[in-house]
């Protein structure tokens, strides 16, 4: 099953700081300080759920494309249910769950059970009337689906719980369909940075310019753009939801956006931005960078052994979110600057 992989950055403009670190430098804030903060008695404004990288089929566990990571494709939904059951069990329940890509595997496809998948994972995110979910859309939803096919489904999540409408855009992170003008631009940046036969094996040094990530048009940073000179106007706070991670020092260089730089740029432009939130890269990541934003990945299902759990709850206050993590997600005060 298991083959071996051919191994045949960069800053925005603005960033004067050293470097980036390695993500396994990051430095975690655990628990022990976030049970103080829950002793001063504090109340959040709200509080909502994530989870990424469910990634269920019905198969026996598997590995990973270099067979480094068990994954275990049919107790990734026994552990959805124990974090869906956590949700339930808060009091006040979290007012949405940001569910961040790759919902249920690209085998799927293969055994013609996508929609069974999909059902069977929606079942249990919407388990006896939890909160809201938002889906970001992940590389595996486009193995199993055709973009129309998403559009029409409950991952579009276009009007759930207040979004405004307009705010997903007509643009996604992933275009891959044969018949899109931006797939045929895709596929030519793809070409210029891998010049493998299989393109979701990575080239020497930009190991990120593979099939199974993707960037960001020009329409969609202008797009991001906009919404946050919106914010920065209004004094608001935001955090940004991605499938893909944007900063190298919180994510496995191969699981980065292609264009994550343009991102930073735009993102290290405004003043509103807190926090990144993404999924893609299994074993998680953290870093809090020059402008104080907090990049988070979060650990995946997937590769959570049966016993452990890969979930957290943030809690929203006027200063900080409070990540409470579960499992192999670390707990984590993101203090605003
Ligand atoms: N080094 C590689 N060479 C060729 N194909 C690969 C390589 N790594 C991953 N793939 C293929 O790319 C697709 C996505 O990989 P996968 O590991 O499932 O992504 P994810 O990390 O999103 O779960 C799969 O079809 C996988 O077989």
């Known amino acids: 099953m298991c083959k071996n992989i051919n191994t045949s950055l960069k800053t925005s403009t603005c960033d004067c700081r050293p470097r980036w670190r390695t993500k396994r430098a990051a430095p975690a804030h655990r628990t022990s300080s976030i049970s103080g903060m829950e002793e001063e008695g504090a109340r959040p404004l709200f509080s909502f759920g994530v989870i990424a990288d469910i990634q269920y089929a019905d198969i026996d566990d598997g590995y990973n494309f270099v067979c480094t990571r068990r994954r275990y494709y049919r107790h990734s939904l026994k552990l959805l249910r124990r974090a869906s059951d956590s949700w339930k069990s808060e009091s006040p329940r979290p007012s949405f769950v940001l569910q961040l890509g790759d919902i249920i595997d690209g085998f799927n496809k293969k055994h013609d059970a996508s929609r069974k998948a999909l059902d069977a994972v929606l079942r249990e995110l919407n388990n006896d009337g939890a909160a809201a979910v938002h889906h970001v859309w992940g590389n595996h939803e486009f193995y199993n689906f055709s973009r129309e096919e998403l559009s029409a489904s409950a991952l579009n999540s276009k009007g759930v719980c207040g979004a405004e409408e307009g705010a997903a855009g007509d643009s996604y992170w992933y275009d891959f369909s044969p018949r899109s003008e931006r797939y045929g631009q895709a596929l030519r940046l ?33 797009w991001l753009d906009r919404l946050l000179t919106i914010s920065d106007e209004k004094h608001e706070k935001v955090t940004i939801v991605s499938h893909l991670p944007v900063h190298p020092s919180s994510s496995d260089p191969i699981c980065l956006a292609w264009n994550y730089d343009e991102v930073l740029s735009v993102l290290h432009s405004h003043k509103c931005v807190v926090c990144f939130m993404a999924g893609h890269d299994h074993d998680g990541g953290y870093h809090k960078d020059f402008y104080g934003i907090h990049y988070l990945t979060f650990e995946g299902v997937i ?32 203090q605003y600057l």
């Open 303 to 334: 590769e959570t052994p049966p016993e452990q759990d890969a979930f957290g709850t943030v809690y929203v206050y006027e200063d900080k979110m409070i990540l409470k993590g579960h499992g192999r997600v670390a707990s984590r005060i993101l």
């Open 190 to 222: 793809l070409l210029e940075h891998n010049d493998n036969e299989e393109l979701n094996n990575p080239p020497g040094l930009e190991q990120r310019f593979v099939k199974f990530n993707g960037g960001f048009s020009q329409d969609q940073l202008q």
